[in-house]
């Protein structure tokens, strides 16, 4: 079964061209998803400020996508190009014409990003810096109501923006701290509509667990996220999820499952190092 729940998520979104591409690259298409996102960005050059925000959204999905491959040095460039194009539209004046939640969710979108990209090349103090210049922006955002048609703007990147709070944490080796940042994700994934970010949500709190010392947990979590992505048709997850079990043990055929998944998206237009 593939996962409909992201496209209706994203429901109420006006680009239907890069909600198709969130789609493909959420299903490990990464090749069809890059030919969409490379589309966007060669029709949406700078010039007016729907054009250029639509750029600077495709740039950090398209970074999204290598960095789920591991290529954060690629992904890096492409969150930096999205903050140059929305700096501009901030200092030019024309990002007045943009809805203020679609261009906070843009500018957190690309921060994240960038703090992700930052934490897979070990530059620690470069995350935290990029980390709060997020949660500034978040903080001084509206809170928009469950159900009202907009959690795929500032509510879907507040997750996104809790998740590398975690993930950070969880690099460090701060158990106690990953189980902290961990709380406002698990909250925030209750309410959301996509179950592809609930599913990263419950992969992540997997790893929290293993980082505790709590083993069996972590398993059986992992283990179940690994059934539903693959039910829902989300490979990338499913890759993750097996590798996780792989490094936690007591599961032989994991090893040979996340290797075959990782072929599986390389044929797809993955770019896994």
């Not at 990209?117 to 470069?126: E, I, Q, Y």
């Not at 592809?196 to 505790?212: E, Q």
């Not at 283990?223 to 499913?238: I, N, T, V, Y």
Request: proline share 3%.
């Amino acid at each position: 079964m593939i996962d409909g729940s992201l496209a209706e998520a994203f429901g109420e979104h006006p680009d239907r061209t890069w909600v198709a591409a969130v789609t493909w690259g959420g299903l490990g298409y990464y090749g069809a998803a890059a030919r969409l996102l490379a589309q966007i960005m060669a029709t949406a050059a700078p010039g007016g400020p729907g054009l250029g925000l639509r750029h600077a959204r495709a740039a950090t999905t398209r970074a999204s996508h290598l960095r789920q491959g591991g290529r954060h040095d690629l992904a890096l460039a492409l969150d930096g190009q999205a903050l140059r194009l929305l700096a501009d539209l901030l200092s030019h004046g024309p990002a007045r014409q943009i809805p203020a939640d679609e261009l906070v969710s843009a500018r957190v979108d690309a921060l994240v990003g960038a703090a992700a990209d930052n934490l897979g090349l070990r530059r620690f103090d470069v995350t935290d810096r990029l980390l709060d210049r997020a949660d500034a922006l978040l903080a001084g955002a509206v809170h928009a109501a469950d159900g009202d048609g907009t959690w795929h703007w500032v509510p879907r990147s507040r997750l996104r923006c809790g998740w590398v709070h975690t993930e950070t944490a969880l690099y460090r080796g701060d158990a106690s701290g990953a189980a902290l940042a961990l709380t406002a994700p698990l909250a925030a994934a209750q309410r959301c509509p996509s179950a592809r970010h609930r599913l990263k949500t419950d992969l992540i709190a997997a790893a929290v667990a293993a980082a505790d010392g709590q083993v069996d947990s972590a398993r059986a979590r992992a283990r179940d996220c690994a059934q539903r992505a693959a039910q829902l048709g989300q490979m990338p997850l499913q890759w993750a999820a097996e590798t996780m079990l792989c490094g936690l043990g007591g599961d032989a055929a994991a090893a040979d499952r996340a290797e075959e998944l990782r072929r599986e998206l390389i044929v797809r237009g993955g770019a896994f190092e």
